[in-house]
């Protein structure tokens, strides 16, 4: 007989000896142990459902989590790129604020030859730092960097090593004044 056959019989010796010495019938005996053995199972399924529920609930609670972090993201991205607008809007509301550069720009047919100068008359009582860019399709764009005298009028064309051509394109700047840009008629 084995270990666990052995212990079946014992264990229903002690009941049958045990009922019998207690004066509790036997059947008695079982209905209650069934009671319990029913009873346990019906706790053990109930746990069993509860982790089930915990299980999903734990599920759903990482899913809105995830949804969360990716809400996050999106928000911070957001975020950012107003960020990246404020600062360019900031930075085009310091250009609008500044002045028009005080120069006036007059453009007349060169004496002799062919081509145009530009003048650039200062209209401050100070002297006028003024980056020039010249450009023209086809050809790379020249920079100068020019002072026009207070109340003066500057000249560049040939001498100063640029002949003017309709659809040339003319930038004039300082970093304290909105630039002045146009087009050679």
Known sequence: MGTSSGRVVMLLVGLVVGAGAAGVPLY??????QLQ??????KLTDTTQQLAATKQQLTSATLQV???QQQANASSQQVSELQQEQTHLQTQAVE?????????VTVRPVLLGTGKTLEIHNLTTTPL??????????FPSETKELVVPAHFQLVVGA????????????????PRYRPKKGHIR
């Open 28 to 33: 008695q005996k079982l209905n209650a142990t």
């Open 37 to 42: 053995l029913s009873t346990t199972q019906q």
């Open 66 to 68: 995830l949804q969360l």
């Open 96 to 104: 609008l604020a500044k002045p028009d550069l005080p120069v006036t």
């Open 129 to 138: 730092p003024i980056t020039a860019v010249f450009g023209r399709d086809g």
């Open 159 to 174: 001498q100063q090593g640029w002949t003017f051509l309709s659809g040339d394109s003319v930038s004039l700047t300082n």
